[in-house]
């Protein structure tokens, strides 16, 4: 993709307070990219980036978050609402029309695993369904799909961990035995920034995984044995998606519906059968052991710091 004379492609990056975006914004301006950081509500932004106000829901906030926008890297989607195909489908349209009108000239999408030949869970097509839409307008789409993503605040990684932090003894569903293959968040972006400049990727569908397939009961008792914990699992065949989706929710932070979503989409094997993303942008990715010492890591950094923010006001209350 063709920069300016500083050598920086300016760039959206919607969902930039989440979870992959508010790194990935980081990691583009650090690359010397200048970096738009779409949100609802920029007053209140501290990431990295220019805020810049923007909705999915809202196309003419669109049209002005893109204006004079190389590419954009579009992160967003539900899953905390039962009609999240309709809305992930809607936003999609309007992201692609704005777009268009805007002469974005590529747009990168972080989707997910599965094969199409297999009986994809609401949620896979869903992001199936996105990835199309945001091509209809006429944007060159790449789009890379991934597993679970191993990190501090991803929705997949806190459910592995609460479980695991939560349950001494764990009575499971057969889901457990599906095979992922998870990928720290970290190796996720330096994979959508690679592929930003590549111009052999525009258009291009790539699957991005870490080096090791592992079943979701591995990935449980992994983490269990990283913390020195020991993890029982009682598995029960006959558990519903709606009973495990509601066990979920007793047990971790998650609600009702995201658990349902996210159940249903472990029915699905998620791994990586065509590595070509491996020569385009080569690197050697994270282990899970690794990607798991970085997530509990950092969440241990942020709660030290979190505790050390609280000490400090109160003693400022104190010398007040």
Do not use: K
Request: proline content about 4%; aromatic content about 4%.
């Amino acid at each position: 993709m063709a920069s300016n004379e500083a050598g920086r492609v300016q760039v959206l990056v919607t969902g930039a307070s989440g979870f992959v975006g508010s790194r990935l914004s980081h990691a583009l301006t650090d690359a010397g990219h200048s970096v738009r950081a779409m949100t609802r509500h920029p007053d209140t932004y501290s990431g990295a980036g220019e805020p810049v106000a923007g909705d999915v829901g809202d196309e003419a906030s669109l049209r002005r978050a893109l204006a004079d926008c190389a590419a954009a890297y579009y992160l967003v989607h539900s899953l905390d609402s039962a009609d999240f195909q309709q809305r992930d489908a809607q936003a999609a349209r309007s992201f692609a029309r704005a777009a268009a009108d805007a002469g974005v000239r590529r747009i990168v999408y972080l989707g997910g695993l599965g094969e199409d030949s297999d009986d994809l869970s609401a949620h896979l097509r869903s992001r199936r369904q996105v990835e199309e839409l945001l091509g209809e307008a006429g944007v060159p789409v790449t789009v890379l799909r991934a597993g679970i993503v191993v990190g501090h605040g991803g929705v997949s990684w806190e459910m592995t961990r609460q479980l695991v932090a939560h349950l001494p003894a764990m009575v499971t569903p057969r889901w457990v035995h599906t095979r992922t293959q998870p990928i720290a968040v970290a190796d996720v972006v330096r994979y959508l920034i690679g592929v930003l400049e590549a111009p052999e990727a525009e258009g291009q569908v790539f699957e991005v995984g870490g080096p090791e397939v592992l079943e979701y009961v591995e990935m449980l008792t992994r983490v269990a044995e990283i913390q020195g914990r020991r993890l029982v699992v009682v598995p029960v065949p006959l558990l519903s998606p709606q009973l495990s989706s509601r066990w979920l929710s007793l047990v971790t932070d998650l609600d009702v519906q995201t658990g349902r979503s996210l159940v249903d989409s472990m029915s699905n094997e998620v791994v990586v059968h065509d590595d070509a993303i491996r020569t385009l942008v080569p690197f050697e990715p994270m282990s899970y052991d690794e990607a798991v010492l970085t997530a509990l890591g950092e969440r241990a950094r942020e709660r030290r710091e979190a505790r050390a923010g609280r000490r400090s006001t109160g003693l400022r209350r104190v010398r007040a």
